[in-house]
């Protein structure tokens, strides 16, 4: 390999080198905080290409790396994405198993590069539920990657909202804390330092939220795509974020 192949594929490790894509269509200072994207629309897209449920997954797994790197070139600080249901194991055992084993191996195949663009890893859900081997896996991407700040990626994994209050009332109880204020309730979450999404995006045209993030969505603004997940792209990620920069948020007031 030559000094400048080697320059090259370094860069586009590191995400360098996109200095030339054109200026970002949304106002920087308009670009949430934080966003949530329930990343729906795997199955069809497969059954559309005429694919078993297995190779949807697995699109829609690449299609999440350049939404990725599109969220932290814009300044989003925290990205919290949907990848499994503490109701998606009501699914064939084997597309289950078959999720299991993608989730391993993208974790075993992503991590080292996200680590090398700064993105700090954060698991939401009961992890007790998932096997030895993946919660070994969890662990150590969040550790590897404790230290970066550039953005925090939180992957939602046999996560539910509900599950997730009922979660923190009976930590705060165990506690002793029987009337918390929205602060303690908050830090008793799956990781309280979550910001609250201030965008919430779903992919596939199905319009609801499934469980998910139901304590931190309560003011969130909603941006139904009908692409499905595999095929939504960095430009999608884009467009919902300048929807999203054109409407008016009141949380009630005037
Ligand atoms: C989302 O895609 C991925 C998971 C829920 C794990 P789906 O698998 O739900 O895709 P559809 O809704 O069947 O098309
Ligand atoms: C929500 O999608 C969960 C994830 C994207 C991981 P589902 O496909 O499970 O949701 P429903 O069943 O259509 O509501
Ligand atoms: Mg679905």
């Known amino acids: 390999m030559t000094i400048a192949s080697r320059l090259s594929a370094a860069r586009s490790v590191l995400g360098l080198g996109r200095a030339a894509r054109s200026q970002p269509r949304v106002p920087l200072a308009r670009v949430p905080e934080s966003i949530a994207i329930i990343m729906d629309g795997n199955g ?78 954060r698991f939401i859900g009961r992890r007790t539920d998932l096997d030895a081997g993946l919660r070994a896996r969890i662990d150590e991407a969040e550790g590897l990657t404790a230290g970066n700040s550039r953005l925090r990626l939180f992957i939602a994994m046999n996560y539910g909202g509900r599950q997730e209050i009922l979660d923190a009332a009976a930590a705060l109880a165990a506690r002793g804390v029987a009337e918390p204020t929205e602060d303690e309730f908050r830090a008793a979450l799956y ?64």
């Open 44 to 121: 069809r897209w497969a059954r559309a290409h005429g694919l078993p449920t297995g190779a949807g997954h697995r699109a829609g797994a690449r299609a999440l790396k350049d939404v990725v790197r599109r969220a932290g070139d814009l300044g989003v600080r925290d990205l919290t994405v949907f990848s499994f249901s503490t109701e998606n194991w009501r699914r064939p055992q084997d597309e289950v198993d078959d999720l299991m084993v993608l989730f391993s191996e993208m974790i075993d195949r992503e991590v080292p590069e996200l680590h090398a663009e700064g993105v700090r890893i």
């Open 191 to 254: 990781d309280g330092d979550l910001r609250d999404p201030e965008l919430v995006i779903r992919t596939s045209g199905e319009q609801r939220l499934s469980n998910f993030l139901l304590w931190q969505s309560a003011y969130s603004e909603l941006y139904f795509s009908p692409a499905m997940w595999p095929d939504f792209g960095a430009d999608d990620l884009e467009a919902a974020i300048a929807d999203y920069a054109s409407r008016e948020r009141r949380f009630g007031g005037r």
